[in-house]
C-alpha cells in the first residue's frame, strides 16, 4: 500500500493507503458509530483486492457505498437525503454502482432496493465478505442482498485500509454485537451477538499501525468491557466451554493491559463501555499505565431506576452511583461522558429530575443528549406506548443539554494552569498557525505551532479555555515521544 494525501471538500488533508495497479474508484462514507467507520476500513481493504482504491470525489468513483446507522431516525432519514444526492450523480455518471452498507441495510434489507431504486447493493455488517461475489451480480444485471448475521465473523484476518485518516490516531475492533437488549436498542438485530476477536490478531494489527507511525489506537465494540476470547464462538456459550479454554480466557483488563504494556509509547483509548459490565479490573489496568488515556464513555440513559428497568439495563441508579465513586477513588483525574435519552415511554417528571441529579453528581465532562424516539423492532416499538409528548421530550432534552454545557464548562475550566500532555493530531479549524489534539481526558487542547510536528507528543500549559477547548503553550516535549 501508498500512502496519497488528498483533501476533502472540507479543504482536510487526509491521508489515503491506495494499492498500486488498483484502476477502479471506490467512495465510501459512513454514519454513526465509530465501529461504522472502522467497517468501511474494512470494507476498502476487502475490495481493494479487487481492483478499488478509494477516493474523495464522488464524481469520479465507480462504486459508492453508504455505511449506515439505524440507532434513530433522524440517522435514517440523513441516509435518505444522501441517497437523493447520489441520484443526481448518477445522471451524470450513470455507470456508477450504488451500495447501502451497515445497520440500515441489515434492518430493512431487500426492502432497500424497494424504497430507494438508486441502490444496486444491500450488505449487513457481517456480510462484507461477500461484496465482490455481490458485485458480479450486480455487474450481471441482478439487484444484491446479503444480511446474514454471523455467529463468528470478527474480520480479525483482514487488514484494514486506512480511511480519512489523519495518518495519527486509528480504530482497532475487538469485539463485535451486543447481549444486552436495551428496549429501545437495535444494536443486536442488526450486529448479532457478542464475539470476541483473538488476541494476537488484534497485537498484530496494532503493530502494524505503530510500524506505519502512529501513536494513538481507540480499542472499538459496542461492548468492549464485554471482551472475552476463549478460542472463538459466541460469549453466551462461554460456560459450555472447557476448562482448558477457560483458564486460558482473555477478558478486557487483560487485553487493555497486554496492548499498553506491549507498546509503551502508543496511547490506547476505548469505546463504548457499558456500566453493568465494566469491572473494576479495567479501572486498575487504567490507573497503571501512563498510556492508557484518563477517559471513559459511560452511557447510562437515564437517571431513574424505574426508567432503566424498563429500558433493560441492567443496573439500578445507585449501582452506576457506585461505579463512578469507585472510578474516581481510583482515577482522580478521569473525564466522564454519557448517553442520555429524554422522553423514554412513561417517563415522568420525577424521572426526568432524577437524571437531572445524576448529572449533577457525576459531572460529567461530555454528553451525547437524545430525545427518545421509537426504533421500528425493538421491544419498547412494540410493547410500550411512545406516551411522552414531543414538546415535553424537547423541553427535557434541553434541560439536559443545558446542564451538561454548564458541567461541561466547570469541568474544562479545571485545566488553567495545568500542564497536560497533548498528541498533535491536526491544524486547529481556525488557524493553521496553531495545532489541535486532546489530552489524556479528551478534551481538545490549541496551541502555537512552534517547531512541533504531527504526532509528536508535547507537553501543553494551558492559560484559557472555552466549554470544549483548552488553549495554551507548549513548553516542551512529553517522555512519550
Known amino acids: ?25 471506490l467512495f465510501i462514507e459512513s454514519y454513526g458509530c465509530q465501529m461504522n467507520f472502522s467497517d468501511s476500513e474494512i470494507v476498502a481493504s476487502i475490495l481493494a483486492n479487487q481492483g478499488f482504491n478509494t477516493t474523495q470525489n464522488i464524481e469520479e468513483a465507480d462504486l459508492v457505498l453508504v455505511n449506515t446507522c439505524s440507532i ?8 435518505r437525503k444522501r441517497l437523493e444526492q447520489y441520484n443526481s450523480i448518477k445522471k451524470i455518471n450513470p455507470g456508477m454502482k450504488v451500495g447501502v452498507l451497515g445497520c440500515m441495510a441489515e434492518r430493512l434489507k431487500s426492502k432497500f432496493l424497494e424504497e430507494e431504486k438508486i441502490v444496486d447493493m444491500v450488505v449487513g455488517p457481517d456480510a462484507y465478505k461477500d461484496i465482490p461475489n455481490l458485485l458480479k451480480e450486480v455487474d450481471e444485471g441482478r439487484d444484491a442482498v446479503n444480511v446474514i448475521l454471523s455467529k463468528d465473523e470478527t474480520y480479525g484476518d483482514v487488514a484494514p485500509v486506512r480511511l480519512n485518516s489523519n495518518g495519527v490516531t486509528a480504530f482497532v475492533s475487538i469485539t463485535r454485537g451486543c447481549d444486552n437488549m436495551c428496549t429501545f436498542c437495535v444494536v443486536p438485530f442488526t450486529r448479532g451477538r457478542e464475539r470476541s476477536r483473538e488476541p494476537q490478531s488484534i497485537m498484530e494489527e496494532i503493530k502494524q499501525l505503530w510500524d506505519n507511525g502512529y501513536k494513538e489506537v481507540t480499542l472499538l465494540g459496542q461492548n468492549v468491557d464485554s471482551y472475552l476470547w476463549y478460542g472463538g464462538g459466541l460469549k453466551k456459550d462461554y460456560e459450555k466451554a472447557s476448562e482448558m479454554q477457560k483458564a486460558t480466557a482473555v ?44 477517559y471513559i464513555h459511560l452511557p447510562v440513559q437515564s437517571g431513574s431506576t424505574r426508567i432503566l428497568k424498563e429500558m433493560n439495563r441492567q443496573h439500578t441508579r445507585e449501582e452506576y452511583m457506585e461505579l463512578v465513586d469507585n472510578i474516581y477513588r481510583i482515577i482522580p483525574e478521569i473525564s466522564l461522558s454519557q448517553d442520555m435519552i429524554t422522553g423514554f415511554p412513561s417517563e415522568t417528571e420525577e424521572d426526568h429530575k432524577d437524571t437531572l441529579s445524576l448529572m449533577e453528581y457525576v459531572k460529567y465532562d461530555f454528553g451525547y443528549m437524545f430525545a427518545y424516539s421509537e426504533r421500528p423492532g425493538t421491544l419498547a416499538a412494540r410493547k410500550m406506548e411512545d406516551d411522552v409528548p414531543e414538546e415535553v421530550k424537547k423541553r427535557r432534552l434541553q434541560e439536559v443539554v443545558d446542564l451538561q454545557q454548564k458541567m461541561a464548562w466547570e469541568r474544562t475550566r479545571r485545566f488553567l494552569g495545568q500542564v497536560v500532555e497533548v498528541l498533535i493530531e491536526k491544524e486547529s479549524k481556525r488557524s493553521n498557525a496553531h495545532w489541535s489534539g486532546r489530552n489524556s481526558q479528551n478534551t481538545t487542547v490549541v496551541f502555537p505551532k512552534g517547531d512541533y510536528k504531527k504526532g509528536e507528543f508535547v507537553n501543553v500549559k494551558i492559560t484559557d479555555c472555552t466549554s470544549a477547548t483548552l488553549i495554551g503553550e507548549a513548553v516542551g516535549y512529553s517522555d512519550m515521544n
Open 251 to 294: 477478558d478486557f483488563a487483560q487485553l487493555l493491559d497486554m496492548a499498553a504494556t506491549a507498546f509503551p509509547k502508543m496511547r490506547f483509548r476505548f469505546s463504548t463501555s457499558n456500566p453493568q459490565d465494566m469491572h473494576l479490573s479495567v479501572i486498575e489496568v487504567m490507573a497503571k499505565h501512563h498510556n492508557i488515556c484518563k
Open 1 to 25: 500500500m501508498k500512502k496519497v494525501i488528498e483533501e476533502n471538500k472540507q479543504g482536510q488533508s487526509l491521508v489515503l493507503e491506495q494499492k498500486e495497479g488498483n484502476t477502479k474508484k
Open 72 to 79: 434513530r431516525d433522524k440517522a435514517e432519514q440523513t441516509v
